[in-house]
């Protein structure tokens, strides 16, 4: 099975990416993080996303706040899926999530909502499911279990109107 590669432009982002990396543990996907900012130390984002493929990588996970140039600089130089989580630093997060969404045409940056550090965790599964039937069942029992809640949430509600 492919890993999955988390950088953030910050380590003051790890609150929100935490979460991704708790989705990846729950299903039993193997993963990396690292810190490389786009600005201040992109000879090493750049050099991680050339060289993911062979190491084993699968999907590139890129958090980022304010000018948010990490996702789409590492999906410059990767033919890899690169999942992009804006990070609500300034401007409620609209600023990184424009940024990220906002990529020019042949660079895509598939794109969650601020801080939905949990949905990327989750992309980058249903990703990695193609190509892993055990993984592709779980995230399917995963999916069953989220109808079951819902049902079970109505229930309770409707328990309570009567």
């Given at each position: 099975?492919?890993?999955?590669?988390?950088?953030?432009?910050?380590?003051?982002?790890?609150?929100?990416?935490?979460?991704?990396?708790?989705?990846?543990k729950?299903?039993?996907?193997?993963?990396?993080?690292?810190?490389?900012?786009?600005?201040?130390?992109?000879?090493?984002?750049?050099?991680?996303?050339?060289?993911?493929?062979?190491?084993?990588?699968?999907?590139?996970?890129?958090?980022?706040?304010?000018?948010?140039?990490?996702?789409?600089?590492?999906?410059?130089v990767?033919?890899?899926?690169?999942?992009?989580?804006?990070?609500?630093?300034?401007?409620e997060?609209?600023?990184?999530?424009?940024?990220?969404?906002?990529?020019?045409?042949?660079?895509?940056?598939?794109?969650?909502?601020?801080?939905?550090?949990?949905?990327?965790?989750?992309?980058?599964?249903?990703?990695?499911?193609?190509?892993?039937?055990?993984?592709?069942?779980?995230?399917?029992?995963?999916?069953?279990?989220?109808?079951?809640?819902?049902?079970?949430?109505?229930?309770?509600?409707?328990?309570?109107?009567?």
């Amino acid at each position: 099975m492919y890993k999955v590669g988390i950088i953030m432009g910050s380590d003051s982002d790890w609150e929100v990416v935490k979460k991704a990396v708790e989705v990846l543990k729950e299903f039993g996907v193997e993963y990396e993080v690292k810190v490389a900012s786009a600005h201040r130390t992109p000879d090493k984002a750049l050099n991680f996303a050339r060289s993911a493929l062979e190491k084993g990588f699968g999907v590139i996970i890129a958090a980022a706040g304010m000018a948010a140039h990490l996702p789409g600089v590492l999906a410059a130089v990767t033919t890899l899926p690169v999942i992009g989580i804006p990070i609500k630093a300034s401007l409620e997060g609209i600023d990184s999530l424009l940024a990220i969404a906002q990529m020019p045409p042949g660079v895509p940056v598939a794109t969650v909502g601020i801080n939905a550090a949990k949905n990327a965790g989750l992309l980058a599964v249903q990703i990695l499911s193609l190509s892993d039937e055990s993984l592709a069942q779980k995230l399917y029992a995963y999916k069953e279990k989220l109808a079951l809640e819902v049902e079970e949430k109505e229930q309770k509600l409707l328990a309570k109107l009567s």
